[in-house]
T-cell receptor, first 114, second 114 residues
Framework: AQSVTQPDIHITVSEGASLELRCNYS??????LFWYVQSPGQGLQLLLK??????LVQGIKGFEAEFKRSQSSFNLRKPSVHWSDAAEYFC????????????FGAGTTVTVRA | NAGVTQTPKFQVLKTGQSMTLQCAQD?????MSWYRQDPGMGLRLIHY???????DQGEVPNGYNVSRSTTEDFPLRLLSAAPSQTSVYFC?????????????FGQGTRLTVV
């Protein structure tokens, strides 16, 4: 069965500092990987996705993620955080072995301090 | 283009009551799904549909029913509400079923069962 682990429940970062959110997946088949962001009281918005090709993926809002097959990881990064990046972030994985249904991690809440 | 629309946004039910959460999408998406979001658990799949007239169970289907009579609509019915069903419910849709594609999410319905 596929599973997604986000080791960090909560991260606090200063505005302007860099941010890295960790995501590890467990899988037998080729994974398709996603990062979603959820602002307070809102639905989920796709930040970026990885299907194949270049392992460094650029997304919206200045985010990027790197797929590392050897480490089963898909970590999300942003070089300089803005106060509006305070939100909850979810890593998700899909595969042909599971009919492409999304499995989500538990989420990481990001707090941005001034 | 409204995307995925969920109603109501908030609902309080008494134990044993029934209700239907509405979900509609105007993107002609083939795949629709319902998730529940609980603190520390991410999003868990309740039911999903790969097209009109076809539904199947997800990870946590007990206590919920669905039907898909049209491509646009995918209502979720709570048959006899229980406090354990207090949660935030999200409807999502995707263009394709048999390949990985981005999921579009509604704004969510916050349900409290007392």
């Amino acid at each position: 069965a596929q599973s997604v682990t986000q080791p960090d429940i909560h991260i606090t970062v200063s505005e302007g500092a860099s941010l890295e959110l960790r995501c590890n997946y467990s899988y037998g088949a080729t994974p398709y990987l996603f990062w979603y962001v959820q602002s307070p009281g809102q639905g989920l918005q796709l930040l970026l996705k990885y299907f194949s090709g270049d392992t460094l993926v650029q997304g919206i809002k200045g985010f990027e993620a790197e797929f590392k097959r050897s480490q089963s990881s898909f970590n999300l990064r942003k070089p300089s955080v803005h106060w509006s990046d305070a939100a909850e972030y979810f890593c998700a994985v899909a595969s042909s072995a599971n009919d492409y249904k999304l499995s989500f991690g538990a989420g990481t809440t990001v707090t941005v301090r001034a | 283009n409204a995307g995925v629309t969920q109603t109501p946004k908030f609902q309080v039910l008494k134990t044993g009551q029934s209700m239907t959460l509405q979900c509609a999408q105007d993107m002609n998406h083939e795949y629709m799904s319902w998730y529940r979001q609980d603190p520390g658990m991410g999003l868990r799949l309740i039911h999903y549909s790969v097209g009109a007239g076809i539904t199947d169970q997800g990870e946590v289907p007990n206590g919920y029913n669905v039907s898909r009579s049209t491509t646009e609509d995918f209502p979720l019915r709570l048959l006899s509400a229980a406090p354990s069903q207090t949660s935030v419910y999200f409807c999502a849709s995707s263009y394709e079923v048999r390949s990985p594609t981005e999921a579009f999410f509604g704004q969510g319905t916050r349900l409290t069962v007392v």
